[in-house]
């Protein structure tokens, strides 16, 4: 980079930083997370399993269209709506 243009350089440097948050894979490592805690949190307390499931889902629904870290992603989206069946089913059995 040089001195001359110090405007231009800022925006290169905030260019390359957004550029790297958007193909970081954390989205989808995020939404794994949130699946697998919803998926055990889901046997103790049904409603943990459906907000987290739904969170897990819909991170890795953004990730996947972001095409980073998508096979990651679609592991977090089965996880994630294994955590909501899973979450449904402990509700039914302690209602009835």
Do not use: C, H, Y
Not at 41 to 52: E, F, R
Not at 63 to 74: D, E, F, H
């Amino acid at each position: 980079m040089s001195t001359d243009n110090p405007v231009a350089d800022q925006l290169l440097t905030d260019a390359r930083k957004k550029t790297a948050r958007l193909e970081s894979p954390k989205l989808a490592q995020i939404a794994l997370i949130a699946g697998a805690v919803g998926l055990i949190g889901a046997w103790l307390i049904p409603l943990i399993g459906w907000v987290l499931g739904v969170f897990g889902v819909g991170m890795a629904s953004v990730s996947i269209q972001r095409k980073t870290g998508a096979n990651l992603a679609k592991i977090a989206l089965v996880v994630g709506g294994l955590s909501i069946l899973l979450g449904t089913f402990r509700f039914t059995l302690l209602i009835s």
